[in-house]
């Protein structure tokens, strides 16, 4: 059974930073897209940062300049680094990802970010 954990989320001060990860385990042959949605309470999941498995990126306009998003392949694992936190960035994190040979995506359970002021 293949699915992904994401770990790193936390309580963390406005300005401060934090790294998530969330690799793929089970059996995976490759993997397309990974990447990141967000869901504050309240509010829609909406995507914050994808990468192709070459290597591509897209972000957030709310993000930009402030998050990397990076993968590394042989571990079949994605990251997100976030710098400058800011109290809007609080959310559950889930990390996603376009598995070849499975259908549709492939979701992990989430992780809490809170920023504090």
Do not use: H
Request: glycine fraction near 12%; charged fraction near 15%; aromatic fraction near 8%.
């Amino acid at each position: 059974q293949v699915q992904l954990v994401e770990s790193g989320g936390g309580l963390v001060e406005a300005g401060g930073s934090l790294r998530l990860s969330c690799p793929a385990s089970g059996s995976i042959f490759s993997i397309n897209v990974m990447g990141w949605y967000r869901q504050a309470p309240g509010k829609q999941r909406d995507l914050v940062a994808s990468i192709s498995s070459g290597g591509s990126t897209n972000y957030a306009d709310s993000v930009k300049g402030r998050f990397t998003i990076s993968r590394d392949n042989a571990k079949n694992t994605v990251y997100l680094q976030m710098n400058s936190l800011k109290l809007e960035d609080t959310a559950v994190y889930y990390c996603y990802a376009n598995i070849k040979g499975l259908p549709g995506i492939l979701w992990g359970q989430g992780t809490q970010v809170t920023v504090s002021s």
